[in-house]
Protein backbone atom coordinates (compact mmCIF):
# COMPACT_ATOMS: atom_id res chain seq x y z
CA UNK A 1 0.00 0.00 0.00
CA UNK A 2 1.12 3.45 -1.00
CA UNK A 3 1.39 5.86 1.28
CA UNK A 4 0.21 9.55 0.90
CA UNK A 5 2.75 11.64 0.88
CA UNK A 6 1.68 15.10 2.45
CA UNK A 7 4.25 18.03 1.63
CA UNK A 8 3.11 21.11 4.13
CA UNK A 9 5.31 23.85 2.16
CA UNK A 10 6.68 24.17 -1.17
CA UNK A 11 9.57 26.18 -1.77
CA UNK A 12 8.91 29.50 -3.96
CA UNK A 13 12.09 28.28 -6.58
CA UNK A 14 10.23 25.05 -6.61
CA UNK A 15 6.70 26.96 -6.82
CA UNK A 16 8.29 29.34 -10.02
CA UNK A 17 9.91 26.35 -12.08
CA UNK A 18 6.94 24.29 -11.84
CA UNK A 19 5.23 27.69 -13.62
CA UNK A 20 7.75 27.93 -15.91
CA UNK A 21 7.31 24.39 -16.92
CA UNK A 22 3.65 24.73 -17.09
CA UNK A 23 3.01 21.90 -15.15
CA UNK A 24 -0.24 22.46 -12.99
CA UNK A 25 0.82 19.18 -10.73
CA UNK A 26 -0.24 19.71 -6.89
CA UNK A 27 2.81 17.82 -5.21
CA UNK A 28 0.86 18.30 -1.73
CA UNK A 29 -2.04 15.75 -2.85
CA UNK A 30 -0.22 13.87 -4.94
CA UNK A 31 0.77 9.85 -4.17
CA UNK A 32 4.78 9.04 -5.08
CA UNK A 33 4.54 5.51 -7.08
CA UNK A 34 7.33 3.28 -7.67
CA UNK A 35 7.58 0.56 -9.75
CA UNK A 36 5.71 -2.63 -9.05
CA UNK A 37 3.23 -0.77 -6.68
CA UNK A 38 -0.34 -1.43 -6.22
CA UNK A 39 -2.63 1.20 -5.03
CA UNK A 40 -6.22 1.59 -3.61
CA UNK A 41 -7.78 4.31 -4.65
CA UNK A 42 -11.24 6.61 -3.68
CA UNK A 43 -12.84 9.09 -5.59
CA UNK A 44 -15.05 11.02 -3.52
CA UNK A 45 -18.14 13.62 -4.52
CA UNK A 46 -15.03 16.06 -2.64
CA UNK A 47 -12.43 15.21 -4.42
CA UNK A 48 -10.05 17.71 -6.41
CA UNK A 49 -11.02 18.43 -9.98
CA UNK A 50 -8.99 18.11 -12.70
CA UNK A 51 -8.47 19.18 -16.56
CA UNK A 52 -8.31 16.78 -19.40
CA UNK A 53 -8.80 16.52 -22.89
CA UNK A 54 -10.65 13.53 -24.29
CA UNK A 55 -8.43 11.93 -26.88
CA UNK A 56 -11.34 9.56 -28.12
CA UNK A 57 -13.31 12.36 -29.74
CA UNK A 58 -11.10 14.45 -32.58
CA UNK A 59 -11.68 18.48 -31.37
CA UNK A 60 -12.75 17.68 -27.88
CA UNK A 61 -12.43 20.93 -25.59
CA UNK A 62 -11.02 20.74 -22.43
CA UNK A 63 -12.81 18.88 -19.40
CA UNK A 64 -13.25 18.95 -16.09
CA UNK A 65 -13.82 15.61 -13.79
CA UNK A 66 -13.13 14.79 -10.35
CA UNK A 67 -10.24 12.20 -9.25
CA UNK A 68 -6.81 11.53 -7.64
CA UNK A 69 -3.34 12.59 -8.41
CA UNK A 70 -0.04 10.67 -8.85
CA UNK A 71 3.54 10.90 -9.54
CA UNK A 72 6.65 8.81 -10.56
CA UNK A 73 9.94 9.43 -11.71
CA UNK A 74 10.43 7.51 -15.27
CA UNK A 75 13.81 6.80 -17.19
CA UNK A 76 14.02 7.31 -20.80
CA UNK A 77 13.25 4.04 -22.39
CA UNK A 78 10.64 2.75 -19.76
CA UNK A 79 7.73 0.50 -20.77
CA UNK A 80 5.41 1.67 -18.91
CA UNK A 81 2.34 -0.60 -17.81
CA UNK A 82 -0.51 1.21 -15.56
CA UNK A 83 -3.80 -0.59 -15.46
CA UNK A 84 -6.70 0.49 -13.17
CA UNK A 85 -9.78 -1.78 -11.85
CA UNK A 86 -13.00 -0.50 -10.56
CA UNK A 87 -13.68 -2.20 -7.26
CA UNK A 88 -17.27 -4.85 -6.98
CA UNK A 89 -20.05 -2.00 -6.10
CA UNK A 90 -18.72 0.75 -7.62
CA UNK A 91 -20.27 2.52 -10.38
CA UNK A 92 -17.02 4.30 -11.29
CA UNK A 93 -16.18 4.53 -14.90
CA UNK A 94 -12.44 5.17 -14.82
CA UNK A 95 -10.35 7.64 -17.08
CA UNK A 96 -6.14 7.80 -17.18
CA UNK A 97 -4.39 10.59 -18.05
CA UNK A 98 -0.99 11.11 -18.57
CA UNK A 99 1.29 14.43 -17.93
CA UNK A 100 4.71 14.88 -18.89
CA UNK A 101 7.56 16.53 -17.10
CA UNK A 102 6.15 19.59 -19.32
CA UNK A 103 2.49 19.54 -18.05
CA UNK A 104 1.64 18.23 -21.75
CA UNK A 105 -0.76 15.51 -22.13
CA UNK A 106 0.82 12.63 -23.42
CA UNK A 107 -1.36 9.17 -22.95
CA UNK A 108 -4.99 8.68 -22.69
CA UNK A 109 -6.92 5.90 -21.95
CA UNK A 110 -11.66 5.68 -21.11
CA UNK A 111 -11.91 2.16 -22.65
CA UNK A 112 -9.25 -0.39 -21.80
CA UNK A 113 -8.30 0.89 -18.14
CA UNK A 114 -5.06 0.26 -19.51
CA UNK A 115 -2.18 2.69 -20.41
CA UNK A 116 0.71 1.39 -22.44
CA UNK A 117 3.27 4.16 -22.66
CA UNK A 118 7.03 3.97 -23.86
CA UNK A 119 8.86 7.03 -22.24
CA UNK A 120 10.73 9.43 -24.57
CA UNK A 121 11.70 11.96 -21.77
CA UNK A 122 13.29 10.87 -18.27
CA UNK A 123 11.77 13.04 -15.85
CA UNK A 124 8.77 13.33 -13.38
CA UNK A 125 5.37 12.28 -14.63
CA UNK A 126 1.77 12.89 -13.44
CA UNK A 127 -1.03 10.08 -13.85
CA UNK A 128 -4.58 11.52 -13.09
CA UNK A 129 -6.95 8.75 -12.53
CA UNK A 130 -10.50 10.55 -12.82
CA UNK A 131 -14.20 9.35 -12.68
CA UNK A 132 -16.06 9.74 -16.52
CA UNK A 133 -19.69 11.48 -16.02
CA UNK A 134 -19.13 12.32 -12.28
CA UNK A 135 -19.02 8.36 -11.64
CA UNK A 136 -17.26 7.94 -8.01
CA UNK A 137 -15.91 4.78 -6.31
CA UNK A 138 -12.95 2.67 -4.90
CA UNK A 139 -10.36 1.06 -7.53
CA UNK A 140 -7.45 -0.57 -7.76
CA UNK A 141 -4.31 1.23 -9.26
CA UNK A 142 -1.23 -0.64 -10.71
CA UNK A 143 1.93 0.30 -12.24
CA UNK A 144 4.64 -1.37 -13.92
CA UNK A 145 7.72 -0.75 -16.51
CA UNK A 146 10.08 1.78 -14.37
CA UNK A 147 13.27 1.04 -14.11
CA UNK A 148 15.81 1.73 -11.43
CA UNK A 149 17.33 5.29 -11.38
CA UNK A 150 21.19 5.66 -11.39
CA UNK A 151 23.91 8.54 -10.33
CA UNK A 152 24.24 10.86 -12.73
CA UNK A 153 26.90 10.92 -14.48
CA UNK A 154 28.56 7.37 -12.94
CA UNK A 155 25.41 5.05 -14.73
CA UNK A 156 25.85 3.21 -11.03
CA UNK A 157 22.62 2.11 -9.68
CA UNK A 158 21.11 4.38 -6.90
CA UNK A 159 19.38 0.83 -4.93
CA UNK A 160 21.53 -1.30 -2.65
CA UNK A 161 24.01 -3.75 -2.97
CA UNK A 162 22.03 -6.42 -3.55
CA UNK A 163 19.32 -5.34 -5.99
CA UNK A 164 22.24 -3.60 -7.79
CA UNK A 165 23.72 -7.14 -8.48
CA UNK A 166 20.30 -8.73 -9.21
CA UNK A 167 19.73 -5.61 -11.81
CA UNK A 168 23.14 -6.16 -13.08
CA UNK A 169 22.86 -10.02 -13.65
CA UNK A 170 19.37 -8.95 -15.88
CA UNK A 171 21.72 -6.08 -18.07
CA UNK A 172 24.99 -7.90 -17.97
CA UNK A 173 24.56 -11.53 -18.21
CA UNK A 174 21.00 -12.38 -19.22
CA UNK A 175 20.32 -9.35 -21.33
CA UNK A 176 16.44 -8.97 -20.22
CA UNK A 177 14.64 -6.04 -20.08
CA UNK A 178 13.39 -5.84 -16.39
CA UNK A 179 9.85 -4.57 -15.63
CA UNK A 180 7.67 -4.69 -12.77
CA UNK A 181 6.14 -7.88 -11.38
CA UNK A 182 2.62 -6.17 -10.05
CA UNK A 183 1.86 -7.12 -13.41
CA UNK A 184 0.21 -10.74 -14.83
CA UNK A 185 2.03 -13.01 -17.80
CA UNK A 186 5.74 -12.01 -16.33
CA UNK A 187 8.84 -14.25 -16.21
CA UNK A 188 9.60 -14.25 -12.23
CA UNK A 189 13.83 -14.99 -11.90
CA UNK A 190 15.06 -15.42 -8.20
CA UNK A 191 18.50 -13.66 -8.43
CA UNK A 192 19.60 -14.89 -4.41
CA UNK A 193 17.41 -13.50 -2.26
CA UNK A 194 15.55 -10.93 -5.07
CA UNK A 195 13.53 -11.38 -7.73
CA UNK A 196 13.08 -9.42 -11.21
CA UNK A 197 10.31 -9.79 -13.78
CA UNK A 198 10.72 -9.67 -17.49
CA UNK A 199 8.55 -10.30 -20.60
CA UNK A 200 11.24 -11.01 -22.82
CA UNK A 201 11.23 -14.85 -22.41
CA UNK A 202 8.26 -17.20 -21.23
CA UNK A 203 6.27 -16.82 -18.50
CA UNK A 204 7.04 -18.64 -15.65
CA UNK A 205 9.22 -18.98 -12.11
CA UNK A 206 13.21 -19.00 -12.84
CA UNK A 207 15.92 -19.36 -10.69
CA UNK A 208 19.26 -17.90 -11.65
CA UNK A 209 22.34 -19.92 -10.85
CA UNK A 210 25.51 -17.51 -10.51
CA UNK A 211 28.17 -20.71 -11.26
CA UNK A 212 26.66 -21.21 -14.90
CA UNK A 213 25.41 -17.49 -15.14
CA UNK A 214 22.14 -19.76 -16.66
CA UNK A 215 18.62 -19.41 -15.55
CA UNK A 216 16.50 -22.61 -14.51
CA UNK A 217 12.78 -23.14 -15.25
CA UNK A 218 10.90 -23.78 -12.08
CA UNK A 219 7.20 -24.86 -13.09
CA UNK A 220 5.38 -25.03 -9.88
CA UNK A 221 1.99 -25.80 -11.90
CA UNK A 222 3.62 -28.67 -14.01
CA UNK A 223 4.87 -29.97 -10.64
CA UNK A 224 1.83 -29.82 -9.09
CA UNK A 225 -0.03 -31.90 -11.76
CA UNK A 226 2.73 -34.14 -12.15
CA UNK A 227 2.30 -34.77 -7.97
CA UNK A 228 -1.49 -34.77 -7.43
CA UNK A 229 -2.49 -36.39 -10.40
CA UNK A 230 0.40 -39.13 -11.48
CA UNK A 231 1.13 -37.92 -14.79
CA UNK A 232 4.36 -38.41 -16.65
CA UNK A 233 3.90 -34.74 -18.44
CA UNK A 234 5.29 -34.06 -21.49
CA UNK A 235 7.71 -31.22 -22.34
CA UNK A 236 4.96 -29.57 -24.91
CA UNK A 237 1.87 -30.45 -26.11
CA UNK A 238 1.98 -31.95 -29.86
CA UNK A 239 0.29 -30.37 -32.90
CA UNK A 240 -2.63 -32.92 -32.66
CA UNK A 241 -3.17 -33.75 -28.76
CA UNK A 242 -5.90 -36.64 -29.46
CA UNK A 243 -3.86 -39.46 -27.95
CA UNK A 244 -2.93 -37.89 -24.72
CA UNK A 245 -3.97 -35.97 -21.62
CA UNK A 246 -4.41 -32.23 -22.07
CA UNK A 247 -5.34 -30.48 -19.29
CA UNK A 248 -6.09 -27.22 -18.59
CA UNK A 249 -5.26 -25.18 -15.10
CA UNK A 250 -6.45 -21.33 -13.88
CA UNK A 251 -3.18 -20.15 -12.08
CA UNK A 252 -4.21 -18.51 -8.83
CA UNK A 253 -1.89 -16.38 -8.64
CA UNK A 254 -2.67 -14.72 -12.22
CA UNK A 255 -5.77 -15.85 -12.89
CA UNK A 256 -4.56 -16.89 -16.01
CA UNK A 257 -5.62 -20.02 -17.68
CA UNK A 258 -2.60 -22.79 -19.23
CA UNK A 259 -2.81 -26.08 -20.82
CA UNK A 260 -0.03 -29.03 -20.24
CA UNK A 261 -0.17 -32.49 -21.66
CA UNK A 262 0.55 -35.97 -20.48
CA UNK A 263 0.43 -39.49 -21.42
CA UNK A 264 -2.64 -41.18 -21.21
CA UNK A 265 -2.81 -43.37 -17.59
CA UNK A 266 -5.47 -46.26 -16.59
CA UNK A 267 -6.84 -43.49 -14.28
CA UNK A 268 -6.61 -40.79 -16.96
CA UNK A 269 -7.99 -41.51 -20.15
CA UNK A 270 -6.95 -39.40 -23.67
CA UNK A 271 -8.80 -36.73 -23.75
CA UNK A 272 -9.23 -32.70 -21.93
CA UNK A 273 -9.79 -31.76 -19.03
CA UNK A 274 -9.87 -29.10 -16.60
CA UNK A 275 -8.04 -29.23 -13.19
CA UNK A 276 -9.28 -26.96 -10.04
CA UNK A 277 -6.45 -26.22 -8.16
CA UNK A 278 -8.27 -25.66 -5.15
CA UNK A 279 -10.58 -28.53 -5.21
CA UNK A 280 -8.21 -30.73 -6.42
CA UNK A 281 -10.40 -32.29 -9.02
CA UNK A 282 -10.01 -32.93 -12.61
CA UNK A 283 -13.02 -32.93 -14.53
CA UNK A 284 -13.80 -33.78 -18.24
CA UNK A 285 -13.68 -30.96 -20.86
CA UNK A 286 -14.92 -33.26 -23.75
CA UNK A 287 -15.49 -36.55 -24.78
CA UNK A 288 -12.73 -38.05 -23.80
CA UNK A 289 -10.64 -39.81 -27.13
CA UNK A 290 -9.49 -43.46 -26.93
CA UNK A 291 -5.85 -43.34 -26.66
CA UNK A 292 -3.53 -45.43 -28.90
CA UNK A 293 -1.24 -48.08 -27.78
CA UNK A 294 2.43 -46.77 -28.06
CA UNK A 295 4.53 -49.52 -29.69
CA UNK A 296 7.89 -49.89 -27.56
CA UNK A 297 10.72 -51.15 -29.94
CA UNK A 298 14.63 -51.80 -28.21
CA UNK A 299 17.46 -51.51 -30.65
CA UNK A 300 19.39 -54.46 -31.30
CA UNK A 301 21.14 -56.79 -28.57
CA UNK A 302 19.17 -54.45 -26.10
CA UNK A 303 17.34 -55.69 -23.02
CA UNK A 304 13.89 -55.90 -23.52
CA UNK A 305 12.25 -53.28 -21.40
CA UNK A 306 10.25 -54.92 -17.98
CA UNK A 307 6.77 -54.62 -19.89
CA UNK A 308 5.34 -54.95 -15.86
CA UNK A 309 7.51 -52.55 -14.26
CA UNK A 310 6.60 -50.11 -17.06
CA UNK A 311 3.05 -51.45 -16.70
CA UNK A 312 3.06 -50.15 -12.79
CA UNK A 313 4.72 -46.90 -14.06
CA UNK A 314 2.68 -45.77 -16.56
CA UNK A 315 -0.69 -47.32 -15.46
CA UNK A 316 -0.31 -46.33 -11.78
CA UNK A 317 2.01 -43.54 -11.78
CA UNK A 318 4.10 -46.17 -9.37
CA UNK A 319 7.87 -45.31 -8.63
CA UNK A 320 8.99 -48.89 -8.41
CA UNK A 321 11.96 -50.04 -6.53
CA UNK A 322 14.97 -51.70 -7.91
CA UNK A 323 14.77 -54.58 -5.27
CA UNK A 324 11.94 -54.95 -2.00
CA UNK A 325 13.58 -54.81 1.41
CA UNK A 326 12.62 -56.51 4.26
CA UNK A 327 10.63 -53.90 5.71
CA UNK A 328 7.31 -53.73 3.19
CA UNK A 329 4.75 -52.08 5.53
CA UNK A 330 4.70 -48.63 4.47
CA UNK A 331 5.12 -49.72 0.94
CA UNK A 332 2.76 -50.98 -2.27
CA UNK A 333 3.53 -55.34 -3.17
CA UNK A 334 1.92 -55.97 -6.19
CA UNK A 335 2.04 -59.54 -7.34
CA UNK A 336 2.11 -60.81 -10.85
CA UNK A 337 1.03 -64.24 -11.20
CA UNK A 338 1.90 -65.81 -14.91
CA UNK A 339 1.95 -69.47 -15.27
CA UNK A 340 3.96 -71.34 -12.39
CA UNK A 341 5.65 -68.71 -11.36
CA UNK A 342 5.03 -65.05 -9.32
CA UNK A 343 7.00 -61.98 -9.89
CA UNK A 344 6.96 -59.90 -7.13
CA UNK A 345 7.19 -55.81 -7.45
CA UNK A 346 7.49 -53.03 -4.79
CA UNK A 347 6.99 -49.19 -4.93
CA UNK A 348 6.31 -46.26 -3.37
CA UNK A 349 2.78 -45.04 -2.73
CA UNK A 350 0.92 -42.05 -3.76
CA UNK A 351 -2.25 -40.85 -4.33
CA UNK A 352 -4.12 -43.44 -6.38
CA UNK A 353 -2.70 -46.22 -4.55
CA UNK A 354 -2.20 -46.79 -1.06
CA UNK A 355 0.37 -49.02 0.70
CA UNK A 356 -0.63 -52.43 1.00
CA UNK A 357 -0.45 -55.96 -0.49
CA UNK A 358 -1.97 -55.98 -4.08
CA UNK A 359 -2.16 -58.89 -7.25
CA UNK A 360 -2.65 -57.90 -10.92
CA UNK A 361 -5.30 -59.50 -12.57
CA UNK A 362 -4.53 -59.63 -16.20
CA UNK A 363 -8.28 -60.46 -17.48
CA UNK A 364 -9.71 -56.60 -15.58
CA UNK A 365 -6.32 -55.00 -16.25
CA UNK A 366 -6.52 -54.44 -11.95
CA UNK A 367 -4.81 -54.46 -8.93
CA UNK A 368 -6.72 -55.94 -6.36
CA UNK A 369 -6.85 -56.33 -3.14
CA UNK A 370 -4.21 -59.32 -1.80
CA UNK A 371 -6.93 -60.38 0.53
CA UNK A 372 -5.71 -64.27 1.95
CA UNK A 373 -8.73 -66.63 3.54
CA UNK A 374 -8.95 -66.20 6.95
CA UNK A 375 -7.72 -69.85 7.56
CA UNK A 376 -4.88 -69.45 5.19
CA UNK A 377 -0.97 -69.46 5.80
CA UNK A 378 0.71 -68.81 2.76
CA UNK A 379 -0.58 -68.06 -0.42
CA UNK A 380 1.16 -68.67 -3.54
CA UNK A 381 -0.05 -68.13 -7.24
CA UNK A 382 -3.00 -68.07 -5.80
CA UNK A 383 -2.65 -71.67 -4.26
CA UNK A 384 -4.00 -71.51 -0.57
CA UNK A 385 -0.99 -73.44 1.86
CA UNK A 386 -3.17 -74.61 5.03
CA UNK A 387 -1.61 -74.97 8.19
Known amino acids: MVKRQVVNQVTAAVTVTLMALGTIANLASAIALKDGDKVNGLIRSNSPSFQFRNWSKAGSPAQNARGEEYTFTAQRGDSLEISVDAEDGSNLKPILVLLSPAGKQVAYDETRSLLQYRVPTAGIYKLLVLGASNTLGRYNLAIDGLSVATTPGT ?154 RQLLQTDYGLTVLDNCPANQSNLVQVSFPEGNQTYEYCANPNRLVKAGKYVYNAQTASLDPDRKPANCTVAIGGLCILK
Do not use: W
Open 155 to 308: GVSTASPQTAQADQVMQDVLKLRVIGCGVPNVARIKIGSDERCTRDIEVGQYVYDDATKRITLVDTRRDLLAQRLQLTLLDRCPATPLAVVQITMTDPQDNKDYTYCANPTRFVKAGTYRYNVNTDELQPATVAQTPTTPVITSPPGAQAPDAR
